[in-house]
Nanobody
């Protein structure tokens, strides 16, 4: 089993920055990729960014390219999401997810490819 715990959410003004963290514990030696997803009220959950554990290959949703940066610390089994130039439309619950099977050099955008999920952290951006 793997446990994922997100932190770093909160209330920020438009144009500001937040940094989300996700720490993994349990069976972490076989990590293949981790990702960040978000779900806004009344909307489906969507991918934000993903990173492969080997090689650090990244994927970003078009809506966050140039503003958000995903990174990982393999020694700490942690993944981070630096969010800059925040917009009100970034308001959502942000979820961390981890993948333990499949290709090493791959950062999938599809939710079903992830094996474990965190409980989520709220990010609210005011205008």
């Amino acid at each position: 089993q793997v446990q994922l715990v997100e932190s770093g959410g909160g209330l920020e003004q438009a144009g500001g920055s937040l940094r989300l963290s996700c720490a993994a514990s349990g069976r972490t030696s076989s990590t293949k990729a981790m990702g960040w997803f978000r779900q806004a009220p009344g909307k489906e959950r969507e991918v934000v960014a993903a990173i492969s554990w080997t090689g650090g290959i990244t994927y970003y949703a078009d809506s966050v390219k140039g503003r958000f940066t995903i990174s990982r610390d393999t020694a700490k089994n942690a993944v981070y999401l630096q969010m800059n130039s925040l917009k009100p439309e970034d308001t959502a619950v942000y979820y961390c997810a981890a993948k333990y099977s499949g290709n090493l050099f791959y950062a999938p955008r599809e939710q079903y490819k992830y094996d474990y999920w965190g409980q989520g952290t709220q990010v609210t951006v005011s205008s």
